[in-house]
């Protein structure tokens, strides 16, 4: 508990930048439905069963879509005959009547909903709490009292090749069926697992065990029951299938992992750690930066002094390439000869570029992977969401301008020819780079427009470093010159 609480408040301090949730009641298809819309998702509750009629998740980012994750929606519209999420029923009756319905703000960040009602059948209170986080989830709190056995629908459950998992959870263990009473010391929810998304419903006071039945339409449903009286609190996720929001959320039972997604999470709790201490994005993003230069920068070093003597080597390569113009096979041997002799790597250039990628690409993932808390977290600069792309391009401009500077000053002093690739290729890579990640996060391109000024500087010590080198030997040279004149 006190860790669920702890992450309550991380998240919920961190909503205070992406505004506070809106109210609206409509009417849909005739019946009276309030809405709550977060900086996530938009729900809906309708007043006549009193359940969530809608879990819509608005915010999309690269490489994902709007998405509805209460099952039983076809596209746009609601199938016909499905049961929703918090329906009642008494026996094998649905109660279908319209609750009393009370709402109410709680400070900035969350919406309380109270849907109740007493009929002759039955008793019931249904009280929702949705907060702006990024977590996806939403907490309930549900009293039914009636006679014989009092049912509460959890929703529909789906069939087919593609459909959602139906999964339980007994004592923080993760089961593909319903496990007998007595073999297990509590049940602690259920719901449905597919590949975009997630269903659940954790139960975190109250008895209850998992119903499997059909309604009156003869469409599946999954659900809790109990005799008598119903009385359960927890909450509910409808969000996307994302291994870190799981395991924030609670339910890491839910979710899978491997290796990459080890490694992976270890760069998002890194990434975390760093906004919590700068409080914004975008100067975490700078700060991964400058740390993952100065730990790579001993390598990096020795790579940049090959390819500055490399570049040194320019007049002499320039001499053999015209010597052994028409021989290709005497011209690679003298300038194997010739790096050997000045133990140097042709390629060397080439390895600090490619160690950059798999930072590149973790990074990527674990912007995509935080793209909900980066989304409700105060912008950078001009950028209102480093998890979208830069509304005016203007550090895909900035990052390729820099690129393409760079390349120059590293490969000014290169002859025409050099084994291993083109020099034109080096102006051609960022320009193809904009082209293809122009729509990636601005997160991502204030990172590498940053590690590219970072490894310009970088360069520029190291060059810097080798001048006073080779002025050190020629001073020694005269020196001894000198002497023995």
């Known amino acids: 508990m006190v860790k669920a609480l702890s992450f309550a408040l991380f998240f919920v301090v961190g909503a205070l930048a992406g505004g506070t949730p809106e109210m609206t009641t409509l009417l849909i298809d005739g019946q009276e439905v309030v809405q709550v819309t977060t900086g996530l998702v938009r729900y ?155 269903f659940f419903f954790r139960l975190e006071e109250g008895e209850a065990q998992p119903f499997l039945g059909r309604n009156n339409f003869g469409q599946p449903v999954i659900g809790l029951e109990a005799q008598d009286t119903l009385q359960v609190k927890g909450f509910f996720y409808t969000g996307r299938n994302r291994y870190v929001l799981l395991v924030d959320a609670g339910l890491a039972p839910l979710a899978s992992s491997g290796p990459f997604t080890t490694v992976l999470v270890g760069v998002i709790r890194f990434f975390e750690w760093l906004y919590r201490l700068t409080g914004n994005y975008g100067w975490a993003i ?133 084994p291993g690739g083109s020099q034109f290729l080096g102006y051609v890579f960022p320009l193809v780079m904009a082209v293809l990640f122009l729509s990636f996060p601005a997160g991502l391109w204030l990172y590498w427009t940053f590690t590219t000024i970072v490894q310009f500087a970088q360069q520029l010590v190291i060059d810097w470093e080798m001048a006073r080198e080779e002025g050190r030997k020629a001073l020694e040279a005269g020196k001894d010159g000198g002497e023995g004149s």
């Open 44 to 198: 809906q509750f309708a007043e006549k069963g009193g359940v969530l009629r809608s879990a819509y998740i608005h915010f999309s980012t690269y490489g994902t879509n709007p998405l509805e994750v209460v099952p039983g929606w076809t596209g746009t519209t609601l199938s016909p005959g499905v049961s929703l999420p918090f329906e009642v029923w008494v026996g094998e009756t649905p109660v279908w009547e319209n609750y009393a319905v009370q709402t109410e703000k709680l400070g900035k960040n969350a919406i309380s909903l109270i849907f109740s009602l007493a009929s002759a059948e039955v008793k019931a209170r249904k009280e929702f709490v949705l907060v702006q986080d990024a977590l996806y989830t939403g907490n309930f709190a549900v009293s039914v009292e009636g006679e014989g056995p009092v049912r509460l629908i959890l929703g529909h459950l789906p069939a087919g090749r593609d459909a959602p998992e139906l999964v339980y959870v007994y004592d923080g263990k993760l089961h593909k069926a319903p496990l007998a009473p007595g073999t297990y010391a509590r049940f602690e929810g259920l719901g449905l697992v597919g590949g975009e998304a997630v």
């Open 286 to 418: 700078i700060l991964f930066t400058i740390i993952t230069r100065l730990v790579l920068y001993p390598l990096m070093r020795n790579q940049y002094r090959s390819m500055a003597k490399m570049q040194k080597l320019a007049p002499k390569i320039k001499k053999i390439q015209e010597r052994f113009k028409d021989d290709r096979e005497a011209l690679q041997r003298q300038l194997l000869e010739l790096y050997r002799q000045e133990k140097v790597n042709p390629l060397g250039g080439c390895l600090p570029m490619l160690l950059q990628f798999p930072i590149l690409i973790l990074l990527w993932q674990a912007i995509m992977y935080s793209a909900e808390k980066i989304h409700l977290s105060p912008g950078f600069l001009w950028i209102s969401d480093l998890s979208k792309p830069d509304p005016y391009y203007l550090l895909v401009i900035l990052g390729t301008g820099v690129q393409i500077l760079y390349t120059w000053y590293t490969q000014r002093r290169m002859p025409q020819e050099v």
